[in-house]
């Protein structure tokens, strides 16, 4: 006959499946659950990486010949040393082998401050246009450019910084103002103390002075000037140079050039802005001055100044004196290109040419300099030896011109000038506001031919004109205003503004945020159905100038896919982030523009920025909009109106709104949206998608889980805070109400020599080290009515000699040795021997004060009491991990059996320091062995039996805690699973009228925030993980200024 099953075998564990069917089935559900969520996530990644079909538009050229861009300065920090200027020699010799490299740099031309970026490490002196003249007293206005200054420092050769000194106003030089400072002794000293300020501040190795449109009284004493200036700088390393007219015989070249360290000669300007049309620098012309100068000139001291740019005039200009517009090389190749002309070389100037007809017939004639005219220039220079050759200006110049640069003397170079390399600017054609990329940068090709006699280029041909970014602009159509709203939908502020346009019948464009649609769904389908323009505005509203195309692409294909999914059609204009009132002006900024136009869609600017982001007064908004409009001018229109419907508090947007669509319409401007201004139908600017329904229902699926996601943690964070702060203050309220009742609930002390006798029980496995200290510490027990029961695991090591050696001759100790099955299997072999009514079970390693026990035994003098929960705490408190669960154990834990002790519904009798009715346990069959937590499973048992379980908060035991992250995560999972495995134990006792309190408080809290918040802790986790991550991001890519909660 077999044996009888084991109460307390492994087999009858809780959730054991010794069949494995539920492991199985529980991996097959979860395998599908993965399966179909990976199918999901597969399908909306296959959907986003195939572009969306956007039918092309056709919109009317327009027209405009050329449009240039200036990008507003930016700011870096940088500081350059000083560096003293010193020409290359071979070595040996005391002759240079070649010029300096001097490039002229100014701050006002974002063209100037790339080439300088490109090209600086190729410069031995950078002049900057930095120091302007500010009245005639020797005050100076300082251009700080801190870009160009750290470009300068970081070069791996930095080169020295010459200062330019000028008197150039509003592109003219003042010659009254250089008069007033040269004629006055204390103005001149003034401006040599400020320029020496100037050059202990920033480390620059001297100054230029370019001083134009002199009296001839002054002219007469610039010398002087000179000298004095170069006196008081010299002593402190600092040279001083001075420009002047390569063809003006009225200057006194030779006193400059011997009172400077060095003299300039601007040899350009041939024929100039305001005089008739002709080469800026024709060969005869710069041959014949160039013997005139240096024959009277120490070429050691003499620089020459080569023009780099070129002038645009009118055919009629000697009639009309029409001034010329000036060009750069970039500029000249751009109105080549558009106007189909043919340029040539002049067979006399050996200057290139040029002319072209605008749209209403009037005839241009451009002249230019470029890389063939310095070739032309420098051989002609190269056996004089001059000091340096400098550049005037970086920006302007043919890339081509610095393969000429920087090279010894007799060794021009012409190999590099037959490749153009293409343009790195941005040139834009039309007025309006909606941009479309129509060309992208392609290098150029030229030929040329030498004269055999002079190894000059006697001819060129520009076989193929190198191009840079073309952007069109389109929409151009006064009396139309757009009015659009970034950053949107916004559950609060957009249904209001709908509510205003529907009132006032005003349409307007809508430029969405991804990540706001998948929150407010039925914003975007109400906007859609009410007739208002939808536009993409990405994803997440990044700076997509600062992306990668990858991700420039994943940021509109799903905002796309989220649009299509919710109206079943296609944005078909987008607008960038952070486009605010300007334009791409770097190739750089228009990278992520092709990318977008490639995928089909038109790009929509703006130059009527209200800043209402800034929560002005809604009449600065109103009438901001209103003062744009009035600046608009031929060639930049401004009739696209920027506001805002979400990112912040859009109060006052809306406060401005009815307002500013009144003042519109009262001067005059229609309201339309921004495809109706570029000419495009509601159907085109929205077209039905044409995508599959298979992969509709994929994105569909995917954003409502999404979605739904979102939304349950949202929900479940929300849910978790509102229920653990009202736990809190519940536990809290119930915990004062205990310690108020405590003087009534406690029991009178009882003598320890009449009391019942107390069995203590220390099952223990390998514990040699503590275990003598542990049963002397209960022996030390005031309680002398006591046996202590130490119940031998099946220890490998020397625990059982231990207590042998130590209390053998103890009568209150008994030592019981059994093969190793466990804690409550050696608590049950020990209840089998104890002879007390009352009995205490205890690890090795928790240390009792001598008053414990008898706190535990007096509440048994009650026989309705079957077991007391004492107060466990941290003895072992070395660490951090030790001492937050220190921490835990007396706020949470015991806070919580205090708490439900006020309701008689203690959960857990800690194992570390309890007292059972024998009886009580010997009606329950002993300590359970099915579970983890038998200590929780036994006290839910007592209860369920009828007995009380009470606490009393001064029987304190001090227990050891786990002291590594790790050891803590092991206890912290046996106890949640031992947790689990007795409320399903236990699960008739929820709710169960019997013992209402421990049916409807008890177990439903552990349900509650034990086991279902606790299993959801990880997802609130990651929620906020995930939200920090996203502040970073933001940080670095969506900056928010003006608030924290805005967005621009």
Known sequence: MPPPPDPHSQDRFIFHDPSGRRARRAGQFGGVLLSLLAFIVAGFLATLALAPHLPNVALQDPHVLIGLHQENVKHVKGRPLWKKITRPHAPGAKAAIKPLTIGFYVSWDEDSRQSLRDHVNSLDVVAPQWVALHGSQGDIDVTADPEATALIASATHPPAIMAVVHNARDAAFDGPEADGLILSPAAEQRLIGNLIDQANRHGYSGFVFDLENMSPKALAAYPAFIARAHKALSPLNLEVWVTAPFDDDDWPFAKLENNADSLILMAYDDHWQTGDPG???????????????????????????????????????????????????????????????TIRMDDDQLNPTFSYDEDDGTKHIVWFLDGTTLFNEIKVADPLHVRGYALWRLGAEDPSMWTLLGKNYGDVPSAGLTQLA??????????????????????????????????????????????????ERYGAHPGLVALTFDDGPDGKWTPQILKILEQKKAPATFFMIGRNMLDHPELVQREYREGFMIGNHTFTHPNIGMLPLWEVYGELNTTQRLFETLTGHSMRVMRPPYFGDAEPSTPGEVDPLVKAQKLGYMIAGLRNDTDDWKKPQPAVIVQRALDNLAQATPDATRQVILLHDSGGDRSRTVAALPALIDQLRAHGYRLVTVGELIGITPAQAMPPTQRAWLSLFLDRLFFTIWHDFNLAILALFVTAIALGLSRLVFLAMLASVHKIMEGRRKPADIDPATGPLVSVLIPCFNEERVIAASVARILESNWSRLEVVVLDDGSTDRTAEEVERHFGAEPRVRLLRFANGGKAQALNKGLDHVKGEIVVALDADTLFPPSTIARLARWFADPTIGAVAGNALVGNRRNVVTRWQALEYVTAQNLERRALAALGAVTVVPGAVGAWRRSALEQLGGYPADTLAEDQDLTIAVQRAGWRVEFDPDARAYTEAPETVSGLLKQRFRWSFGTLQCLWKHRQALFNRKRPVLGFVALPQIWLFQIILASAAPLVDLAVVWSLVCAVLDHFFHPVEWGQDQLI
């Not at 100068?293 to 009118?314: C, H, N, V």
């Not at 941005?426 to 055999?452: C, H, K, N």
């Open 279 to 341: 080469p800026a620098a024709g060969q005869p012309w710069f041959e014949a001055n160039l013997d005139k100068r240096t024959a009277a000139l120490d070429p050691e001291r003499t620089i020459l100044a080569f023009g780099s740019y070129g002038y645009d005039w009118r055919a009629d200009a000697k009639t009309t004196k029409a001034p010329a517009d000036v060009v750069t090389f970039h500029d000249a190749m751009q109105l080549a290109r558009d106007s189909n002309a």
């Open 422 to 471: 293409p343009g790195k600017g941005v040139d834009f054609d039309g007025a309006g506001e909606i941009l479309s990329i129509s060309a992208t940068p392609t290098p150029g090709q030229r030929s040329l031919t030498f004269d055999p006699d002079t190894g000059l280029i006697a001819d060129q041909s520009y076989d193929r004109l190198p191009t840079s970014y073309v952007i």
